[in-house]
């Protein structure tokens, strides 16, 4: 999904890469970090055993609290860069704070233990994506149908 997000922003652009999308960038490695330990936590002590290194181990009984640091820097970038981008108050609301309620939720309710919970929050992850998405979509038809009243 990352390299995703510069490829299509450099064809969209015609080879111009812009320091908020850089920004953006940096926030979903941010969010990478998130599901991928949330993941590896999974089979951590399988992992323990055979000497396998991940950040499920790395953070160890602080895992939620620095994946909370990781959602927080990936929000923020987000957020700064719709700001630069000029995208309207349905990207705020829609796709930050839509994503914010998700990893809030996600944080808040995780079981770093049980690995069945471990992983129905990973996939859930694949929602947050239609989230942010949705709000995107939305902020690109008000603007290509020119409704007022609307941008940010």
Same mark, same amino acid.
């Given at each position: ?54 950040? #499920? @181990?790395? %953070?160890?009984?602080?895992?939620? +609290?620095?994946? !909370? ?5 990936? *929000? ?11 995208? #309207? @108050?349905? %990207?705020?609301?829609?796709?930050? +704070?839509?994503? !914010? ?5 996600? *944080? ?20 947050? +994506? ?23």
């Amino acid at each position: 999904m990352n390299w995703g997000l510069i490829v299509s922003y450099l064809n969209v652009t015609g080879g111009r890469l812009d320091s908020h999308i850089i920004v953006f960038f940096a926030g979903t490695i941010c969010w990478t970090i998130i599901y991928d330990t949330i993941y590896g936590c999974q089979d951590k002590d399988d992992d323990v055993k055979i000497g396998v290194k991940s950040t #499920s @181990i790395l %953070f160890g009984e602080r895992v939620r +609290g620095i994946l !909370a640091i990781f959602a927080c820097s990936f *929000l923020s970038c987000m957020t700064y860069a719709g700001v630069r981008n000029g995208h #309207s @108050i349905y %990207f705020f609301v829609i796709s930050c +704070g839509g994503a !914010a309620f998700h990893l809030s939720w996600q *944080l808040a309710t995780w079981n770093h233990a049980d690995r069945e919970d471990c992983g129905r929050k990973f996939e859930s992850n694949g929602n947050m +994506g239609y989230i942010i998405w949705i709000g995107l979509a939305l902020d690109y038809w008000v603007k290509v149908n020119n409704v007022s009243n609307v941008s940010g």
